[in-house]
């Protein structure tokens, strides 16, 4: 009963993560204003379940967790600004080829075997890559699109990589909250080079804006740090790779966004390739509750 209710909640936390790019695209802020006040809505609804924690971190893990959000906020900017030149389905596919930044980059940080299934995962993926695109090589602003969203990736992987060693030692929500003070001013510094700050000011968009962060930000990843706990590794793979279905989906509700049978074909491959490729090596989880870390949106 246990294990059913944690499979249930794992499904609904990626069905809410699964809503970013869909509150990203619905509201009218600028994109990285986007992200910033993503960040900034997260830290202050955070602050009041991690402030008698803070006191106990060491100066040195602060300032790791602190550094590390200049990766996350990368990742942000990225990942926003992908939505003006690619679908909510492909953006999110993307993105979520982290494992094949992190795990490359275990092997030499921190002498992580990488097993065959890894090899053979990147060729599968890199076959399905090849499809999905396919349709988009006479078009340069979905490729610009979903290389902004691959770049992401590799932020988001970086990010996972610097928080590798200081992540058991706090809380998930500790972790989100530092990070996310590290991150505020490079969105800040983003705003003011690529943009102009905004202040959201219709209800629409401030519904938007807390919405992204109560239910990605937030909601998506507590509850899929709960779930992790009490599942397996091989199972949590199977539904966290749902996200981009989820996402494609909400896409064709909300914008008519639709897929064509390559498109289609391609995403299976590359969801394929990514599920190979990560097998017995990693349970990514945000919550880094099994002393590994797993990167979604």
Request: aromatic residues 14%; proline residues 3%.
């Amino acid at each position: 009963m246990k294990s059913n209710l944690s499979i249930l909640l794992a499904f609904i936390a990626v069905i809410c993560l699964a809503t970013g790019g869909i509150f990203v695209k619905l509201s009218s802020t600028a994109p990285i204003n986007t992200a910033f006040y993503r960040i900034l809505f997260a830290v202050i609804l955070l602050f009041p379940f991690v402030y008698k924690d803070l006191k106990k971190i060491n100066k040195q893990d602060w300032i790791i967790v602190l550094f590390s959000g200049v990766f996350l906020a990368i990742d942000l900017i990225l990942w926003n600004k992908s939505f003006s030149f690619t679908t909510v389905a492909n953006a999110n596919l993307f993105v979520n080829l982290v494992p094949f930044t992190t795990i490359p980059l275990s092997y030499y940080l921190f002498k992580e075997k990488i097993n065959k299934p890894f090899l053979v995962g990147i060729l599968i993926t890199m076959v399905g890559i090849l499809v999905l695109m396919s349709k988009n090589f006479q078009s340069s602003g979905n490729i610009k699109g979903d290389l902004l969203a691959f770049l992401a990736s590799i932020f988001y992987g970086l990010f996972l990589i610097a928080v590798y060693k200081v992540r058991l030692k706090m809380k998930i929500s500790t972790l989100m909250f530092i990070s996310g003070l590290g991150s505020l001013p490079v969105l800040a510094l983003g705003i003011s080079v690529f943009e102009k700050f905004e202040i959201p000011t219709s209800i629409n968009d401030i519904f938007f804006l807390l919405a992204l962060t109560i239910f990605s930000q937030l909601l998506g990843q507590g509850l899929l740090s709960y779930s992790m706990k009490k599942i397996s590794i091989t199972l949590s793979s199977i539904i966290i790779l749902t996200q981009p279905i989820f996402s494609a989906i909400y896409a064709y509700i909300i914008f008519n966004e639709t897929l064509t049978i390559i498109e289609i074909l391609g995403i299976i491959i590359i969801l394929i390739g990514v599920y190979i490729g990560k097998k017995e090596k990693f349970n990514y989880n945000f919550s880094f509750t099994r002393k590994k870390v797993y990167s979604l949106k």
